[in-house]
């Protein structure tokens, strides 16, 4: 009895030994055959995938890229996409770098989106179809990853289900930006509606012989050689010893290369002092730059010049505008003058910042002022009417336009989408976008209601847009020429004001040296 017992343990325990080996085994022969998924992309979300540690993809389903600050407006978006769903809808995809690290950008940021989803919001509300669908597309950081979430939205755009028919966005003007456009618009044949980016490597020329560049491209922000022009209308008599150029010379940052050459005009009288140049590492980094700007900032304190033109971002602007108040001039005032890249540089200050700017209290004039061109603002209709004799129209709409806005967001008549901030213009100047694009999809469809027209007619539209069919945008007026570009629409030059501490309307400028003419009839040649 104990032999048997004995005998049958043992054949138990081998029984179990041989099926534990057999099963290692068959793993290992598995591993072999089928190797795990190591280092494969993590999933973030629906159409979006963590590449490079960030999440990357198109996405209309409300998630926020890690960017609590958007968070409400996307599940708006969500709310309105799900309520479309099942009618004849196109897509308009939102690209622009979706997970910044600052607070100042992520404010930015959820302004760019409260002004699409506001425009979607509207359009959706009236008479015109087919309706529009938004989604939220991330390119990664400065635009870096954005060849892989462009073969996302070629997808798209063949997908019957979403009808891709627009992309807008299109913050910053870098190479990687321009490597999009690029692709989107010759490759894809998908139409681009760029809001934000004033660079004009981003602009298809005017008076062109043969293809444009960028077909089926479109803009409703004044190009940085349209702002310079606005500017040197504004300061009009300006002599050319009274004026210096600082420009960044960092590569590839096409914003501040083609502003640079924009403040680059001929001026009148002597000789000025030469460029002033300095080389940042990168948009967001002041680096050095510190230093570079005490030593100009001397140079320019035995000049004679008293308007500064700066080529560069914010962060660096806002520096150098610090340091060049810590110079003692013998009392001279500055005024330092930039692009529309600088329409958040109040979001930078401190308390102690405007105190440098100030200088002594005592002082009539504030040491440094900074102004720029913005692409909008909330006072310019206002007060541009208060002084006119009569009402003309390229003020009047736009302000209605305003108004009306501003009272769906004041009621809260499209939801909670956060608090929504107007004096920085990103969400006038995006809104007025994906306006222009409804209006475009409106018109490619309006003899076959309720259908989804192609994008090689949605494209086809940018050029009608003028006169009876002219886009009455918060921002102004946006008449296309046939190259795309707003024909003459008004920047607001504004200033940081030292003594208020507050962002202030300094005038209208218009590209053209006068205002927009009557119904916006963009003129030949």
Same mark, same amino acid.
């Given at each position: 009895?104990?032999?048997?017992?004995?005998? +049958?343990?043992?054949?138990?325990?081998?029984?179990?030994? *041989?099926?534990?080996?057999?099963?290692?085994?068959?793993?290992?022969?598995? $591993?072999?055959?089928?190797?795990?998924?190591?280092?494969?992309?993590?999933?973030?979300?629906?159409?979006? %995938?963590?590449?490079?540690?960030?999440?990357?993809?198109?996405?209309?389903?409300?998630?926020?890229? $890690?960017?609590?600050?958007? @968070?409400?407006?996307?599940?708006?978006?969500?709310?309105? /996409?799900?309520?479309?769903?099942?009618?004849? +809808?196109?897509?308009? #995809?939102?690209?622009?770098?979706?997970?910044?690290?600052?607070?100042?950008?992520?404010?930015?940021?959820?302004?760019? *989106?409260?002004?699409?989803?506001?425009?979607?919001?509207?359009?959706?509300?009236?008479?015109?179809?087919?309706?529009?669908?938004?989604?939220?597309?991330?390119?990664?950081?400065?635009? &870096?990853?954005?060849?892989?979430? =462009?073969?996302?939205?070629?997808?798209?755009?063949?997908?019957?289900?979403?009808?891709?028919?627009?992309?807008?966005?299109?913050?910053?003007?870098?190479? +990687?930006?321009?490597?999009?456009?690029?692709?989107?618009?010759?490759?894809?044949?998908?139409?681009?509606?760029?809001?934000?980016?004033?660079?004009?490597?981003?602009? /298809?020329?005017?008076?062109?012989? @043969?293809?444009?560049?960028?077909?089926?491209?479109?803009?409703?922000?004044?190009?940085?050689?349209?702002?310079?022009?606005?500017?040197?209308?504004?300061?009009?008599?300006?002599?050319?010893?009274?004026?210096?150029? *600082?420009?960044?010379?960092?590569?590839?940052?096409?914003?501040? %290369?083609?502003? #640079?050459?924009?403040?680059?005009?001929?001026?009148?009288?002597?000789?000025?002092?030469?460029?002033? !140049?300095?080389?940042?590492?990168?948009? /967001?980094?002041?680096?050095?730059? @510190?230093?570079?700007?005490?030593?100009?900032?001397?140079?320019?304190?035995?000049?004679?010049?008293?308007?500064?033109?700066?080529?560069?971002?914010?962060?660096?602007?806002?520096?150098?505008?610090?340091?060049?108040?810590?110079?003692?001039?013998?009392?001279?005032?500055?005024?330092? *003058?930039?692009?529309?890249?600088?329409?958040?540089?109040?979001?930078?200050?401190?308390?102690?910042?405007?105190?440098?700017?100030?200088? !002594?209290?005592?002082?009539?004039?504030?040491?440094?002022?900074?102004?720029?061109?913005?692409?909008?603002?909330?006072?310019?209709?206002?007060?541009?009417?208060?002084?006119?004799?009569?009402?003309?129209?390229?003020?009047?709409?736009?302000?209605? !336009?305003?108004?009306?806005?501003?009272?769906?967001?004041?009621?809260?008549?499209?939801?909670?989408? $956060?608090?929504?901030?107007?004096?920085?213009?990103?969400?006038?100047?995006?809104?007025?976008?994906?306006?222009?694009?409804?209006?475009?999809?409106?018109?490619?469809? #309006?003899?076959?209601?309720?259908?989804?027209?192609?994008? !090689?007619?949605?494209?086809?539209?940018?050029?009608?847009?003028?006169?009876?069919?002219?886009?009455?945008?918060?921002?102004?007026?946006?008449?296309?020429?046939? &190259?795309?570009?707003?024909?003459?629409?008004?920047?607001?030059? =504004?200033?940081?004001?030292?003594?208020?501490?507050?962002?202030?309307?300094?005038?209208?400028?218009?590209?053209? @040296?006068?205002?927009?003419?009557?119904?916006?009839?963009?003129?030949?040649?």
């Amino acid at each position: 009895m104990l032999n048997w017992l004995y005998n +049958h343990v043992w054949a138990t325990r081998l029984k179990k030994a *041989v099926t534990i080996l057999v099963v290692a085994a068959v793993g290992v022969a598995v $591993g072999i055959l089928v190797p795990p998924a190591v280092g494969g992309p993590d999933h973030c979300a629906d159409g979006v %995938e963590k590449h490079g540690g960030e999440c990357v993809g198109v996405n209309g389903s409300g998630y926020d890229f $890690g960017t609590p600050e958007i @968070g409400r407006v996307s599940g708006a978006i969500a709310a309105e /996409n799900r309520r479309i769903d099942g009618e004849p +809808h196109v897509t308009v #995809a939102m690209l622009l770098p979706l997970q910044p690290e600052s607070d100042a950008e992520r404010k930015q940021l959820r302004s760019d *989106v409260q002004g699409a989803y506001l425009a979607q919001y509207r359009a959706n509300r009236t008479e015109q179809k087919p309706l529009i669908r938004l989604v939220l597309a991330n390119p990664g950081r400065n635009y &870096a990853q954005q060849a892989r979430v =462009v073969d996302d939205l070629a997808d798209l755009a063949d997908d019957e289900k979403h009808n891709l028919r627009a992309v807008t966005g299109f913050n910053l003007s870098l190479r +990687h930006t321009v490597d999009a456009v690029d692709r989107l618009t010759n490759e894809l044949r998908i139409p681009v509606l760029i809001s934000r980016a004033s660079a004009d490597e981003l602009a /298809n020329a005017e008076r062109r012989a @043969g293809r444009p560049r960028f077909p089926g491209l479109a803009r409703v922000i004044p190009t940085n050689r349209q702002q310079a022009a606005a500017l040197a209308a504004f300061h009009h008599g300006l002599r050319d010893e009274e004026t210096v150029l *600082v420009k960044d010379t960092r590569p590839d940052d096409i914003y501040v %290369e083609s502003l #640079a050459r924009a403040f680059s005009g001929d001026e009148e009288g002597p000789a000025g002092a030469k460029d002033q !140049e300095f080389t940042s590492p990168s948009i /967001n980094d002041p680096g050095e730059t @510190g230093n570079d700007f005490s030593l100009i900032g001397h140079n320019i304190c035995q000049s004679r010049a008293k308007v500064v033109y700066f080529a560069g971002r914010p962060v660096h602007l806002r520096l150098f505008a610090l340091k060049l108040a810590e110079v003692p001039c013998r009392g001279k005032r500055y005024t330092v *003058v930039s692009g529309s890249g600088a329409a958040t540089l109040d979001r930078y200050m401190s308390d102690a910042d405007w105190r440098k700017l100030r200088g !002594e209290p005592s002082a009539k004039e504030p040491t440094v002022t900074v102004q720029y061109t913005a692409p909008g603002h909330p006072e310019a209709w206002s007060r541009a009417l208060a002084g006119a004799k009569d009402r003309p129209a390229h003020l009047t709409e736009p302000q209605r !336009e305003l108004t009306e806005l501003r009272a769906l967001t004041d009621r809260q008549g499209a939801g909670d989408i $956060g608090p929504v901030r107007y004096d920085d213009s990103r969400t006038m100047l995006v809104h007025d976008g994906v306006r222009t694009i409804a209006q475009a999809v409106f018109l490619a469809n #309006a003899r076959s209601a309720g259908a989804v027209p192609p994008r !090689e007619r949605v494209a086809a539209q940018w050029s009608r847009l003028e006169s009876a069919h002219r886009v009455a945008g918060t921002s102004g007026w946006v008449c296309l020429t046939n &190259a795309g570009n707003p024909y003459d629409k008004p920047v607001a030059v =504004v200033e940081l004001d030292p003594r208020t501490r507050k962002l202030r309307f300094v005038g209208l400028g218009w590209p053209e @040296g006068r205002a927009q003419p009557r119904d916006c009839v963009v003129p030949s040649g």
